[in-house]
């Protein structure tokens, strides 16, 4: 399980699955200087041992996980409230990547947690901002500005095989309206995955399973 852009692991808590089902938590490490997420991706992939292997990605750790695909062998992919093409990302990120304005933009908010708890996890939980302080505890200047660099300019064009794809109907920070082919959740957010996390309980191991 990979987390979202500057989260750590805890945002999985509130998800439990059966027994019969091993979970190791993947933790966000600081990018090598111009190292691209492909590069990036691989040396994560290092650290994912076993058989039967399902990668679960949440946001820009959706994106991570199909990178980390390329290079290990998987029983499946789960993306949450992620995208799984560059068409897919909404149109202010893909005006972005053809004038790279992107390149300008200024991350002090590193220093205000309100600013990048909305960046991450959409303005709808702006009345909950305190809650979300424990999920956001990378925020490296380096690693924040290398994100979005590599989530702006992701160029993939083809989604991969097996993979499922879980998104809110009322994500702000992807917007449904340009997501294809995926499971939409009535009522979800960005931050399905903390706010569902019922429905993540009793459909992940169904959908991993293929049942």
Avoid at 93 to 104: N, S, V
Avoid at 123 to 129: A, D, G, M, W, Y
Avoid at 185 to 195: E, N, P, Q, S, Y
Wanted: proline share 4%; aromatic share 12%.
């Amino acid at each position: 399980m990979m987390p979202g852009m500057a989260a750590n692991s805890k945002i999985f808590d509130f998800i439990s699955l059966p027994e019969n089902f091993n979970i190791h938590y993947l933790e966000w490490e600081m990018p090598i200087s111009d190292e691209s997420i492909h590069e990036y991706s691989s040396r994560i992939s290092k650290k994912i041992k076993g058989e039967n292997i399902v990668l679960i990605g949440v946001s820009f750790g959706g994106i991570v996980v199909q990178e980390i695909s390329k290079f290990i062998k998987t029983h499946k992919i789960i993306i949450i409230s992620s995208v799984k093409t560059k068409n897919e990302l909404p149109l202010m990120m893909q005006l972005g990547r053809k004038t790279k304005a992107y390149k300008f933009f200024n991350v002090k908010w590193i220093d205000d947690f309100e600013s990048l708890a909305l960046f991450v996890f959409g303005p709808i939980i702006k009345n909950r901002i305190e809650l979300y302080r424990k999920y956001l505890s990378v925020r490296d200047k380096n690693y924040l500005n290398w994100s979005i660099d590599q989530l702006v300019n992701w160029n993939q064009k083809n989604p991969p095989k097996k993979i499922i794809h879980i998104h809110g109907v009322n994500d702000l920070v992807f917007p449904s309206v340009y997501i294809k082919k995926a499971i939409f959740l009535k009522g979800g957010t960005h931050a399905i995955i903390l706010r569902k996390a019922s429905w993540f309980n009793k459909n992940l191991p169904k959908l991993i399973s293929g049942n």
